[in-house]
């Protein structure tokens, strides 16, 4: 048998094609370099290459020997395995230009947007037709009656908008236009009927069509003498992490309270084992707008493929919608529902085998 030498995130061979199967394991692909190295392919670390990258890795790569890395916009901490918390204020902190800010209003970094930074701007990713609008600066305006915001051939599922004026009076005649393509025809047209307006402070409007569209360019009109500022598109936010009440339950007996699946952290030390006795419910303060739910389990374990079953209901506790969850990549798995529903209350089970579930995502 020839000798080994084991390395953190690499392994030092003699013969590669005896030792790499059985020690590198299948995350790390043999590499025969005369002396023969086992390296960890992107997205592992660790002895044996064993160990997970943080979901919130830019470019999901982290270091061979720690599991650190630099951190995806809205991820915070050494292997960014935290995401947006509230402040004392009630303030998602790691979103703000100012870390420690005091003011009631504090800058939010690019491609964030709202009163606590809480919300993912999908504006800043698009072209408009005028700089400013997707500038971060609600104080450079101009004067103009429509807007388009183009995305070229990137997909989005837009939710609702937000436009700021200097001054939200007398802007009237909204209209907004969906375009799944650059065809000269919209997909569908949002006007007052089918159109929510509501009016944030004085100089903000947000707009909600009763639709939800998956689309690529977007075209909003108004009748003002006001100067537009700004342009803001909701790519949603995980609102699990300001949920009212999440609490598992074992074969319908009492529910037992667990805050640490909706804390924003990835982390395995508060993880919940999960088979087809367990029932994860997930109550939030008020109904959302979603279509997507995402699920992150122990990156320390490979349990291999399974199901998780997600089933959304409303305020009177109707069934919105049901679907089943699974995926090549059993620790980070995605619920795309394909529309938009409205839910306020959510159940999460395992169909089969066993799970170690450590955070729930919500994005509404």
């Not at 395992?350 to 799970?355: A, E, I």
Request: proline content about 2%; hydrophobic content about 30%.
């Amino acid at each position: 048998m020839n000798k080994t030498t084991l390395n953190v995130g690499s392994t030092d061979i003699r013969n590669c094609s005896l030792d790499c199967a059985t020690i590198c394991g299948k995350n790390d692909p043999c590499r025969d370099t005369g002396t023969s190295t086992c390296v960890c392919k992107s997205g592992y670390y660790g002895p044996e290459c064993s160990k997970r990258c943080s979901p919130g890795c830019l470019n999901t790569s982290c270091s061979k020997n720690n599991g650190s890395c630099p951190c995806k916009e809205g991820y915070y901490g050494a292997k960014c395995l935290k995401t947006g918390y509230l402040d004392r204020n009630n303030r998602w902190s790691d979103h703000y230009v100012q870390k420690n800010c005091s003011e009631q209003i504090c800058p939010c970094s690019l491609g964030w947007f709202g009163q606590s930074c809480q919300y993912r701007d999908l504006g800043v990713e698009a072209i408009m037709d005028n700089q400013v609008l997707n500038d971060n600066n609600d104080s450079t305006c101009g004067k103009q009656n429509n807007v388009t915001v183009d995305w070229l051939e990137e997909i989005h599922a837009i939710t609702w908008i937000r436009l700021v004026f200097t001054s939200n009076d007398n802007i009237t005649e909204l209209e907004a236009n969906y375009f799944e393509d650059h065809s000269s025809e919209p997909s569908f047209t949002c006007g007052h009927h089918s159109l929510k307006i509501h009016k944030t402070g004085n100089t903000a409007i947000d707009l909600h069509c009763v639709n939800s569209f998956f689309i690529r360019l977007l075209k909003v009109s108004w009748n003002s003498d006001s100067p537009l500022c700004s342009v803001y598109v909701s790519g949603e936010r995980n609102v699990a992490l300001g949920s009212r009440r999440a609490k598992w339950i074992l074969n319908e007996r009492r529910a037992i309270t667990i805050n640490t699946l909706t804390d924003g952290d990835y982390a395995n030390n508060g993880c919940l084992k999960m088979n087809s006795s367990v029932t994860l419910e997930i109550t939030l303060w008020n109904s959302i707008y979603s279509s997507e739910i995402r699920l992150f389990t122990d990156f320390t374990k490979n349990n291999g493929t399974a199901f998780f079953r997600i089933e959304i209901f409303d305020e009177y506790s109707d069934t919105q919608h049901n679907i089943s969850s699974s995926g090549q990549d059993v620790y980070v798995q995605r619920a795309f529902f394909m529309n938009i529903f409205i839910f306020n209350f959510v159940k999460i089970r395992v169909l089969y085998g066993t799970l170690h579930l450590c955070e729930v995502e919500i994005f509404g």
